[in-house]
C-alpha cells in the first residue's frame, strides 16, 4: 500500500527546494500530498508542484472545489506522516498558537495526534535562534512535532550561521525512518 506524505511548505526562500523533495519522494514510490501558504507560493508555483507530485495542490483553506470534501480535514485523514519543510518562524509561530488562518495551520490543527509530524525550519540565524522562535519549536516538540534540525552555512541573505534548511537527504532519510517505524 503506498504510503501518503503530507508536505506543507510555508514562506522562506529554502521553498525552491520543495520541488527537488517532491520529486525525490515520488521516485521513492510515496503520494506527495502539498498544501502552501500563500508566502510560498511567492516563492514557487503551485504548478510546477501539482505537475511533480501529480496532486493537487492547497492554497486556500476557504477554497473548497467539492461539496462534499472539506480539504483541510480529509487530507489529515488520508495522510500518513506530515511535514512542514521549509518551516518559517511565521508558520512555526502560527503552529505553536493553535492559529488557523491558513491551509497549512488548518490542517495541522485536524491532523490525528498520533500522526507522526515534522518541522524542518529554514529562516535566518537570528531568527532561528531567537527565544521566541526557540520556544514555540518546544511548545511544538512537546506536542509531538520533531524537528530536522537546520544547518550552518552561507544563508540566501549573505550571513553564516544555522538556520538553513536540512540537507534533503536527511529528511528524506528522517521520512523512511518514520515511516518503517509506524508499519511495526
Known amino acids: 500500500m503506498t504510503k501518503t506524505i503530507l508536505l506543507a511548505i510555508s514562506g522562506s526562500i529554502s521553498a525552491y ?8 519522494l515520488k521516485k521513492l514510490g510515496y503520494n506527495v500530498q502539498i498544501i502552501m501558504s500563500e508566502a510560498a507560493t511567492k516563492f514557487i508555483t503551485p504548478l510546477t508542484l501539482q505537475v511533480l507530485s501529480k496532486n493537487p495542490v492547497y492554497t486556500d483553506v476557504m477554497e473548497e472545489k467539492v461539496a462534499d470534501r472539506i480539504n483541510h480535514i480529509e487530507l489529515g485523514k488520508e495522510t500518513d506522516l506530515f511535514i512542514l519543510a521549509p518551516a518559517s518562524a511565521n508558520t512555526i509561530a502560527k503552529l505553536a498558537n493553535g492559529l488557523a488562518d491558513s491551509m497549512i495551520t488548518a490542517t495541522a490543527l485536524a491532523l490525528p495526534n498520533d500522526l507522526p509530524k515534522f ?3 529554514a529562516m535566518n540565524t537570528k531568527m532561528y535562534d531567537n527565544p521566541l522562535t526557540q520556544r514555540n519549536l518546544s ?3 512537546e506536542i509531538g512535532y520533531q524537528e530536522i534540525q537546520p544547518r550552518s552555512s552561507l ?7 544555522r538556520g538553513a534548511l536540512a540537507e534533503l537527504s536527511d529528511i528524506i532519510e528522517v521520512i523512511e525512518e518514520a515511516l518503517d517505524e509506524s508499519e511495526k
Open 119 to 121: 518541522i524542518a525550519p
Open 139 to 141: 511548545i511544538l516538540n
Open 155 to 161: 544563508l540566501a541573505c549573505g550571513d553564516i550561521g
Open 17 to 24: 527546494k520543495s520541488a527537488d523533495l517532491t520529486s525525490q
